[in-house]
C-alpha cells in the first residue's frame, strides 16, 4: 500500500464512522467509543505492517492509539490516533517516537459549553512536522450553538479540521456545511 492509498483509506474509515455516528447516536457515549471505532476501521482497511529492525519476527501495524511524541511542551504528549509513516524503522530505532505519516486527533461533546480542549487538540497536531493532520470533534447538540466563533481562527485555514453534529458536517475554514 503506498502513501496516497493509505490516505484515501484513512479517508474511507473517517466518511464511515461520521455516517455511523450520525445514524447510530446511540452507540457512542464517549470519545473512547468514538476513538475505538476509527481505529478498527483504520486497521481494516490499511493492511500495512513495518518491521522493527532489531526483531524481524515482530511486525508492527502502522495504526497506533494514544503514541507518543515529543515535543517542546512537556516530555511527551500522546496522540488520539497515528499512522505511523509506512517505511521501516533503522536498526535501534526508539519504536515510541518512529515519523507519524498521519495525526488524528478526537474531541466528543454532549452539551452547549463551549469547549476549548478542541482548539488544544488542534495546537497539539500542528506542533507535528511533516505529517497530515486531522481533527474531528463530534457533537451531540447543534453545532451552531456553540462553535459560530470558530470561523475567526486564523489556524482553521487549509486544514483537516471537521466538526460533526447529528445531522451535518462543517469544514472549519469558514463554517461551511460540506453535507
Not at 35 to 63: C, G, Q, R, T
Request: a positive charge; aromatic letters at 10%; hydrophobic letters at 35%.
Amino acid at each position: 500500500m503506498n502513501r496516497k492509498q493509505i490516505l484515501e483509506a484513512t479517508r474511507k474509515s473517517i466518511n464511515e464512522l461520521v455516517l455511523d455516528f450520525q445514524n447510530n447516536k446511540f452507540d457512542y457515549l464517549s470519545e473512547s467509543d468514538i476513538k475505538i471505532k476509527l481505529v478498527h476501521l483504520l486497521k481494516e482497511k490499511i493492511d500495512v505492517y513495518i518491521h522493527n529492525a532489531d526483531s524481524e519476527k515482530s511486525p508492527i501495524h502502522i495504526v497506533k492509539s494514544e503514541y507518543p511524541y515529543p515535543n517542546t511542551v512537556s516530555a511527551y504528549q500522546k496522540l488520539d490516533i497515528a499512522i505511523l509513516h509506512p517505511q521501516s524503522p533503522t536498526p535501534g530505532s526508539n519504536l515510541w517516537q518512529l515519523p507519524i505519516f498521519i495525526a488524528i486527533e478526537l474531541k466528543y461533546s454532549i452539551d452547549k459549553r463551549k469547549d476549548k480542549s478542541f482548539l488544544n487538540d488542534i495546537q497539539k497536531i500542528n506542533s507535528i512536522k511533516d505529517c497530515s493532520r486531522v481533527a474531528l470533534h463530534f457533537s451531540r447538540f447543534p453545532i451552531k450553538d456553540s462553535f459560530d466563533v470558530l470561523n475567526t481562527i486564523e489556524v482553521f485555514k487549509k486544514n483537516n479540521y471537521f466538526v460533526i453534529d447529528d445531522d451535518k458536517v462543517y469544514r472549519l475554514t469558514n463554517i461551511e456545511v460540506i453535507k
